[in-house]
């Protein structure tokens, strides 16, 4: 009897097993961004002869919160105000009541292909900005509800901003564990400002939250008082530490940043600022 029971168990499990779906693999994206990603390609202003123009590229990955599509938001805001990037900025959002998600791998690298055609990737600047969930495999989340997406990794950026041959780069990645994306992406004229090291959580994200922690020291409060980036980068981080250390939370973030490139990066930003 015992015999026949186990059988019959193993049966059903087999029978279950079958007839469950098969689950689909995670997608890199379709090869060509939604019609929404494309509209802001095709009104992407040109470059000026003579003038060193900042571009600016913002993800907001994980469609589960609203709190990084409204953080893309404050963030174009203030690009717009202080560094003059109206027209020369696209933004991939993820979001639960879209039909399809504009952040995803390929997305990303057709955004950035499309950006270099139209600046001048001698002299310009590239503002990457990244803000979503990130895990301790140091993947960033890309998250939509009707389709399972790969994540970004640290490599698979580098690559893709080698191959989008553009020079000048400020990214700026908020997200746990970010500080994984300073080494890789580092270089003498590129600027990697992270919301935490490679070991530790950053703050600020969920349902209610208008914008990540690190984002709001450094866009909202920063950059209110600067136009260089490295400035705005060291007193976002002392902004970040002095909270952490008031609320006495002992796995407080401890953002990064490159320091290879300021002299470099803080002169031409300025000369792209109004």
Known sequence: MKRLAIGLLAAASVMLAQAAPARAAPSYG???PPASVVAQLEHLA???PGTVDLYAILVGGD?????FRREVVQVRRVLEERFDTAGRTVTLVNTRSAPEPEAT???LAYVLKRVAAKMNRDEDILLLHLTTHGGSNHVLVLSHGERELYGLSPPYLKSLLEQSGIRNRVVVVSACYSGAFVAPLASPNA????????RRQSFGCGKASP???FSRAF?????????????AARTAMQIVHETRTHDDLSLGASPRASRVCYAQTRSRVRASAR
């Open 191 to 198: 600027l990697v400002i992270t919301a935490a090291n490679s």
């Open 30 to 32: 379709s090869e060509t």
């Open 46 to 48: 040109p470059e000026r």
């Open 105 to 107: 791998l390929h997305s």
């Open 63 to 67: 469609g589960s919160e609203d709190v």
């Open 219 to 231: 866009y909202l409060e920063a950059l209110a008082h600067t136009r260089s980036f490295p400035s």
């Open 211 to 213: 914008i990540t922690e």
